[in-house]
């Protein structure tokens, strides 16, 4: 598996547009972009939620255990290890953990991934990114620019921005691993999709994917946003289209509503290639399953087929109790629980050695009355 990727990563990183990998998806796709949105949905599982905690709005592992804790080690076969947390300024003057650099350490080609995620989509005008591309009509949505660019001068953490954060993470590691094979790939879900984007585009106008002193050699930059919402403007494709080395191919599910948004036809737009899915055709899931929810997603991407039927591809050996992580979405006959994903005992649901979660069910069953 991991070495049938690793022949043709460059293809599935999107070198040729996904030329005939879309239609029908290339199994060795529906790997790689799985894999990537697990990695997505690691950083929603290691955020500490707890307000009274003196670690709340943090990763709640850290770096050399984060994989491990979030259930992304037994049985997988792609390696990596944080190297960077990345924190930004929240609307609230407080500095929050939404994502994370990371690096492969498989032997062979060195992958590193940028993560974002976040949650803020209040602010709908548009504002200018120049300070981005250098483009006086490339305009972005102004909360995302706001989140990714902000700093709060008086915190550990935001003192210089999330921008700042993953350019000098990146650079680092391109200037590193320079005479490796290297490849930059952004993912995120939601409103991180959006900043992805941002941040995938950012990366290859000013060169972070560039070794220091050597503006000739550019490696390549691949972005896989997840049910993202319009992140600029007509302009702000223009730019998009423009660059060189950047790749970038959005996942949809078709009753998703954050893709449409904002709703401003002829002023938002988006960039890239489009996979489109649709998981109300699952015989697996419950219908009123949310359509945005991560874990759906990947279901979907299992299961798409050319013929718009839904077939879970064998070989892949998709884990479906993961969608329970956070919904109540699974059919009730598979006897998953619902919502088990709370980072301390899992509602009995324990990892396997492939990988997989199974339901354990220990529960006592006093015996019935005697006759």
């Known amino acids: 598996m991991a070495s049938s990727i690793a022949s043709h990563w460059r293809e599935l990183s999107g070198e040729k547009n996904w030329k005939d990998l879309l239609h029908p998806l290339d199994l060795d796709l529906r790997r790689y972009l799985i ?7 690691a950083a929603g599982d290691a955020f500490n939620g707890t307000k009274a905690s003196k670690g709340y709005a943090l990763s709640l592992f850290p770096p050399d255990e984060y994989f491990a804790r979030v259930g992304l080690e037994i049985g997988n076969p792609y390696r990596y290890k944080v190297t960077n947390f990345i924190f930004a300024a929240t609307d609230s003057d407080e500095a929050a953990y939404f ?10 080609k060195r992958g590193t991934i940028t993560r974002t995620e976040w949650l803020d989509d209040a602010k709908l005008f548009l504002t200018s990114a120049k300070e981005l591309f250098g483009n006086d009509f490339a305009h972005v949505h102004s909360g995302f620019l706001s989140i990714y660019t902000g700093t709060i001068p008086n915190s550990p953490y935001a003192k210089t921005s999330a921008r700042d954060q993953v350019r000098k993470a990146i650079q680092e590691l391109v ?3 320079q005479h490796e094979e290297v490849s930059i790939t952004v993912t995120g879900h939601s409103l991180g999709a959006a ?7 950012d990366i290859a106008a000013n060169g972070w994917n560039k070794p220091t002193g050597d503006s000739s050699k550019a490696f390549m930059v691949t972005a896989f946003p997840a049910a993202s919402p319009r992140v600029g403007n007509l302009f702000f494709k223009g730019v998009f289209d423009e660059l060189k080395d950047l790749y970038l191919l959005r996942i949809v599910n078709s009753t998703d509503p954050v893709p449409k948004v904002p709703f401003l036809p002829g ?3 988006h960039v890239g290639e489009e996979l489109g899915i649709d998981t109300t055709k699952s015989p697996y899931l419950k219908s009123d399953i949310s359509p945005h929810n991560l874990e759906a997603y990947q279901h979907g991407i299992a299961g798409l087929q050319e ?3 839904f077939k879970l ?15 109540d979405g699974l059919l009730d006959k598979y006897k998953i629980p619902d919502n088990w994903w709370n980072k301390e005992n899992f509602k009995n649901m324990v990892q396997m050695d492939d990988g997989h979660w199974k339901f354990v069910d220990s529960a006592y069953v006093p015996d019935p009355p005697s006759a």
């Open 35 to 41: 894999h990537y949105l697990q990695r997505a949905g």
């Open 99 to 108: 994502g994370y650099v990371a690096v492969a350490i498989d032997e062979g």
């Open 175 to 177: 200037d590193k691993y």
């Open 195 to 201: 900043l992805a984007t941002l941040n995938a585009m």
């Open 267 to 269: 002023i938002y737009t």
């Open 307 to 309: 013929n718009g039927e």
């Open 313 to 327: 591809e064998e070989e892949l050996d998709f884990d479906n109790p993961v969608i329970n992580k956070y919904s």
